[in-house]
């Protein structure tokens, strides 16, 4: 079994991906978090400090509707933005839920590491999360090298799957890899995975 954890340690383009995961969310969070900061101010003028616990919970929830939100709309947070990164769906078109589920953990920190940690310490694609993983959706970089999907693919086992003669001949135009049919009118590449 190999995990992203065996992975990270010998690939800088998987290592440079998950560094501008974290400063993707750091820039998502901080902007979520003036927001409710904002709101709270005078909330807490008017009603007293008690309130004031509350505050984490609200940023979480806040940030949790703001990433699923844009995923869903834009495919990226303005942090995925700066950072040329975009979200995914395996099953083709992503959509509210998914991209809702995908993000549930960012609700509280710990949640938030521990999805990543158990995401990288799984088989799988070493750029999930295991919400992702659940919701069915990546993270790719617009522009991730070529030798990064190669990488993946090839330390990934692949399910023997049954080829039928529905099955789509034409080549990924990423990285020529066979596409495969997945219905709706649209084809996954069997190497590097994306949606066609």
């Given at each position: 079994?190999?995990?992203?954890?065996?992975?990270?340690?010998?690939?800088?383009?998987?290592?440079?991906?998950?560094?501008?995961?974290?400063?993707?969310?750091?820039?998502?969070?901080?902007?979520?978090?003036?927001?409710?900061?904002?709101?709270?101010?005078?909330?807490?003028?008017?009603?007293?400090?008690?309130?004031?616990?509350?505050?984490?919970?609200?940023?979480?929830?806040v940030q949790v509707f703001?990433?699923?939100?844009?995923?869903?709309?834009?495919?990226?947070?303005?942090?995925?933005?700066?950072?040329?990164?975009?979200?995914?769906?395996?099953?083709?078109?992503?959509?509210?839920?998914?991209?809702?589920?995908?993000?549930?953990?960012?609700?509280?920190?710990?949640?938030?590491?521990?999805?990543?940690?158990?995401?990288?310490?799984?088989?799988?694609?070493?750029?999930?999360?295991?919400?992702?993983?659940?919701?069915?959706?990546?993270?790719?970089?617009?522009?991730?090298?070529?030798?990064?999907?190669?990488?993946?693919?090839?330390?990934?086992?692949?399910?023997?799957?049954?080829?039928?003669?529905?099955?789509?001949?034409?080549?990924?135009?990423?990285?020529?890899?066979?596409?495969?049919?997945?219905?709706?009118?649209?084809?996954?590449?069997?190497?590097?995975?994306?949606?066609?």
């Open positions: 079994m190999v995990t992203g954890f065996d992975l990270l340690p010998s690939n800088k383009p998987l290592q440079k991906h998950w560094i501008k995961r974290v400063i993707a969310y750091l820039i998502d969070f901080i902007l979520s978090s003036v927001v409710v900061y904002i709101i709270f101010i005078p909330f807490t003028l008017g009603f007293g400090l008690r309130y004031i616990g509350i505050f984490p919970f609200t940023a979480g929830v703001y990433s699923g939100v844009l995923e869903y709309s834009k495919r990226q947070t303005l942090g995925k933005m700066v950072l040329d990164l975009e979200v995914e769906s395996m099953m083709g078109g992503l959509d509210l839920s998914e991209a809702l589920i995908r993000n549930f953990s960012k609700v509280h920190g710990l949640l938030l590491l521990l999805d990543v940690i158990v995401g990288l310490a799984t088989e799988g694609d070493p750029r999930q999360k295991f919400l992702d993983r659940v919701a069915n959706t990546t993270v790719v970089g617009s522009i991730d090298p070529i030798h990064l999907r190669q990488f993946v693919s090839s330390h990934i086992p692949h399910r023997e799957e049954v080829v039928s003669s529905e099955i789509d001949n034409r080549q990924c135009r990423e990285c020529s890899g066979d596409l495969e049919d997945i219905g709706s009118g649209k084809a996954r590449c069997t190497e590097c995975g994306r949606i066609q």
